[in-house]
């Protein structure tokens, strides 16, 4: 698929998918980031402005975008259908084992919800597609949007969080300050996303963010906390291992940023799937000849009868 005018930063597809498929939790205790839950939470809040009630919604990849977020958005439409996408089969593993209820469950045995189904749902069924911060972190934004439309009924609407530009700022500088390669893959604005949106056949979205700021009491936390978050997906990072000596000298400069923090800036975003409607050219040229030929095949006119 070619990308449009407003394409995204591009990313390492290796790495990109090297990370959708390495999970950091275990399966035995299945969890998601802390950001992107408290994310989800925010998002999930949203859905309150929102008048229109899905009876059928799509999660496109829960196991890192947040398992606890889907249990808020599946409280919000308890009656709605609701269907899991995730990108590996060790994601896959992890939202069936969190959000399946065993056997023995009270609600398996009253009738009440077993879980969502999984896989891609039928085309043109969902009343809502669901994304908690994954867009930023994948190689094929617009297949993913392609999909997201895909997947969804006229007048069905998308919610969807991401990183933006903003997004640690203060490590870049830091690493500016030192002469490395960039810590981290560009971000895309909000506004790009809002154009791609539109041309993947969207309508009416509606893109704001905040900023969060997280501050930290020691490096080794800084670092945990990245790694939980994701890796970098710069296609110009430095190429190789870093060695314990590079470790100990990013330790040190980041003991000298006072405070101790990291912004990240999240985008939301929302848009709806318009009714399928006829598409006219604006102007149409025709020859004189093409249109003489065109009124012979249709008869005589009405004028021409007359005068006959």
Not at 97 to 111: S, T
Not at 145 to 165: A, T
Not at 202 to 230: H, Q
């Amino acid at each position: 698929m070619s990308l449009p005018d407003h394409a995204p930063p591009p990313l390492d597809p290796i790495a990109a998918r090297r990370w959708q498929n390495l999970m950091g939790a275990p399966l035995t205790s299945p969890t998601s980031p802390w950001l992107h839950e408290e994310v989800g939470r925010r998002m999930a809040e949203r859905l309150n402005w929102i008048k229109q009630r899905p009876d059928a919604w799509l999660d496109w990849a829960p196991a890192r975008g947040g398992l606890a977020a889907h249990r808020l958005v599946a409280g919000a439409y308890p009656a709605a259908r609701q269907w899991v996408h995730e990108p590996s089969p060790r994601a896959l593993a992890q939202s069936q084992r969190a959000l399946v209820p065993p056997w023995w469950h009270a609600q398996r045995w009253w009738g009440g919800q077993t879980g969502p189904e999984f896989g891609l749902p039928p085309a043109h069924a969902m009343g809502m597609v669901w994304s908690n911060m994954g867009l930023h972190s994948t190689a094929q934004p617009v297949q993913w949007m392609s999909d997201w439309h895909q997947s969804l009924r006229n007048d069905g609407f998308l919610m969807f969080s991401c990183l933006g530009p903003d997004t640690l700022k203060e490590l870049r500088a830091l690493y500016e300050q030192l002469g490395w390669p960039a810590p981290a893959q560009a971000f895309t604005d909000m506004h790009d996303w809002g154009d791609l949106l539109v041309e993947a056949g969207f309508s009416e979205p509606v893109m704001d963010m905040e900023r969060i700021v997280l501050t930290y009491a020691t490096p080794e936390r800084l670092l945990e906390e990245l790694r939980e978050l994701g890796r970098n997906l710069h296609p110009q990072r430095f190429g190789a291992c870093r060695g314990r000596g590079w470790g100990a000298s990013l330790k040190r400069a980041l003991e000298t940023m006072s405070p101790m923090q990291l912004t990240f800036e999240v985008i939301y975003g929302h848009a709806i799937k318009p009714p399928t409607r006829l598409k006219v050219a604006p102007e149409a040229v025709i020859s004189l000849d093409d249109m003489k030929a065109s009124l012979r095949r249709q008869g005589p006119t009405k004028s021409e009868q007359d005068r006959g």
